[in-house]
């Protein structure tokens, strides 16, 4: 295992660093701003290593390109909350209306455009940063750490903590587009139903079941359409989803301790994004996973992914 940190320019006046996280065949690169991970290289059925996610060579193409949030640590709230508000212990809340009517991934500022504090961990790098109270009109004082770890399987494991001194809503995940090889990808997602949305992308507050559609992927196969959907991880096995590039050979399986996988396949970018997360809008449907933090609680998420071929 190896692990070195190197300059990668500066954000708003502050330092960034690129840690590289080697084991094996595997490389990780992952940088202090906004928690991205910048690049992942694994070897194809033949042996040989390449690029498995999209991302800029420097971190003025991440500056300039913000609203595709490659790789990026997403936050205080990943996905959407319905019309930018939120209540909570009759309390209510307004945040930035930046996708559309909605609250998208935290805010006009959220965790992806912020340069966090870093540390060397056994098997990897720990990032961590204090979200004052009212940062993007959330709640509390919100201590958040995020590891990423390179097993000795080789898997990828990233985990996240947070802490608060107040009641406020949580929800965070990685935003990686993985793109496996230079064809189709076959997706495959451990999912029986899910939820339904407005034309806005915020769910109704149904379920429906895959069975019969064309969101069924409870066997791997392409995607027919452009995906932006959220996937009720309740089909057990492990694991949870996999893609595959049948070109290369690389597959890469997920697995987590979240509800949900909202998965974003833009035909543009020749990416598929597996975003493990609890629900969009969660914090204004009592039906859906709570995803309320209270002081004296712990927020703890955990997503493995696997690399492999065939």
Same mark, same amino acid.
Not at 15 to 28: I, Q
Not at 181 to 208: I, M, N, Q, S, Y
Not at 291 to 302: A, C, G, I, K
């Given at each position: ?159 996240? /903590? @947070? !802490?608060?001194?107040?009641? =406020?809503?949580?929800? &965070?995940?990685?935003? #990686?587009?993985?793109? +496996? $090889? *230079?064809? %189709? ?64 050979? /690389? @597959? !890469?399986?997920?697995?987590? =301790?979240?509800?949900? &996988?909202?998965?974003? #396949?833009?035909?543009? +970018? $020749? *990416?598929? %994004? ?37």
């Amino acid at each position: 295992m190896r692990i070195t940190r190197e300059p990668f320019g500066s954000a708003d006046g502050t330092d960034v660093s690129r840690w590289t996280l080697e084991r094996g065949a595997v490389r990780v690169r992952v940088l202090t701003y906004g928690g991205i991970v910048q690049s992942v290289v694994t070897p194809d059925r033949d042996g040989v290593p390449g690029e498995s996610v999209l991302g800029f060579p420097d971190l003025t193409g991440y500056l300039k390109h913000p609203e595709l949030y490659f790789g990026a640590l997403v936050g205080r709230y990943a996905n959407r909350i319905a019309g930018g508000s939120f209540a909570l212990d009759g309390t209510a809340y307004r945040l930035a209306r930046n996708g559309g009517p909605n609250c998208l991934h935290g805010g006009e500022r959220g965790f992806d455009k912020h340069v966090w504090d870093a540390e060397e961990v056994t098997s990897g790098v720990r990032l961590s940063r204090v979200s004052p109270a009212g940062e993007e009109g959330f709640p509390g004082r919100l201590k958040v750490s995020v590891s990423y770890r390179l097993r000795e399987d080789g898997a990828l494991c990233i985990g996240y /903590r @947070a !802490v608060t001194d107040a009641p =406020t809503v949580v929800a &965070l995940t990685n935003h #990686a587009y993985w793109r +496996l $090889g *230079g064809g %189709a990808h076959e997706l495959r997602v451990a999912a029986d139903r899910w939820t339904p949305t407005d034309e806005t992308g915020v769910p109704t507050g149904a379920f429906a079941e895959v069975a019969g559609t064309e969101l069924d992927f409870r066997t791997g196969r392409p995607p027919a359409i452009p995906l932006d959907h959220n996937f009720v991880l309740d089909g057990g096995g492990s694991p949870a989803a996999e893609l595959y590039a049948p070109d290369t050979g /690389r @597959a !890469v399986g997920v697995d987590t =301790t979240e509800p949900g &996988l909202q998965v974003y #396949a833009n035909p543009e +970018l $020749g *990416g598929v %994004a597996l975003e493990t997360q609890h629900f969009p809008d969660s914090p204004n449907r009592p039906e859906f996973p709570s995803t309320v933090l209270r002081p004296d609680e712990v927020y703890m998420s955990t997503t493995v992914y696997r690399f492999g071929t065939r």
